[in-house]
């Protein structure tokens, strides 16, 4: 059972640079979302979609744009990034029904 | 607004002594409260959850009750293993921005158990 996969798993970027993560998960989850961890703050929700074809912001939205591309896949793109995006991101998918998260295994990025 | 305050550690712990990691949150009306367990490396897993006030929640040993009154949450385990040795984040549905599904956590409590 895959689940939530997550690509890549780490990335070194130099400031102003742009890239996109990628996430994609296999269990008809209508729900999706990207949260990024960092020490001593726990995770804070970036974006969420709740449905294919909606997209919504987070507690902190600022300098991230994201894209659901389809039920399965929801991108997360930095188009210019700062060293104080450096962190651990993580996607996850929900069956609202159900009330939990399901979490990718995080990429690890850090702007220099 | 809606948040979650848990005890911060580092916690360490011998094997087979007894964990109790503090939680409380703020929130509006009763959500659905869930401990998740982060392992290094890996992301975070669903440990257990408890849906309403007085429901116990409980998952290779680990417990914790939901309590109304004292809006907490509290997670504790009779006998740690090293295996054990993770993150635990607690969380509650806070709906951030009206979604259902979207969880507010706390920041987070390292556990620590030594041989």
């Known amino acids: 059972n895959a689940g939530v996969t997550q690509t890549p798993k780490f990335q070194v970027l130099k400031t102003g640079q742009s890239m996109t993560l990628q996430c994609a998960q296999d269990m008809n989850h209508n729900s999706m979302y990207w949260y990024r961890q960092d020490p001593g703050m726990g995770l804070r929700l970036i974006y969420y979609?709740?449905?294919?074809?909606?997209?919504d912001k987070g507690e902190v939205p600022n300098g991230y744009n994201v894209s659901r591309l389809n039920k399965r896949e929801f991108s997360l793109r930095l188009e210019s990034a700062a060293p104080s995006q450096t962190s651990v991101y993580f996607c996850a998918s929900s069956d609202v029904d159900r009330g939990f998260l399901h979490f990718g295994n995080g990429t690890r990025l850090t702007v220099t | 607004g809606n948040s979650v305050t848990q005890m911060e550690g580092p916690v360490t712990l011998s094997e087979e002594a007894f964990l109790t990691i503090n939680c409380t949150y703020t929130?509006?009306?009763?959500?659905?409260l869930f401990w998740y367990v982060q392992y290094p490396g890996e992301g975070l897993q669903l440990l257990l959850k408890a849906t309403k006030a007085d429901d116990k929640g409980s998952n290779k040993g680990f417990e914790a009750t939901y309590r109304k009154e004292t809006t907490s949450f509290h997670l504790e385990k009779g006998s740690v293993q090293v295996s054990d040795s993770a993150v635990y984040f607690c969380?509650?549905?806070?709906?951030?921005?009206?979604?259902?599904?979207?969880?507010?956590f706390g920041k987070g409590t390292k556990l620590s158990v030594k041989p």
């Open positions: 969380a509650h549905k806070g709906g951030y921005g009206g979604s259902q599904g979207n969880l507010i």
């Open positions: 929130a509006t009306g009763y959500p659905s």
């Open positions: 979609s709740a449905s294919e074809g909606t997209t």
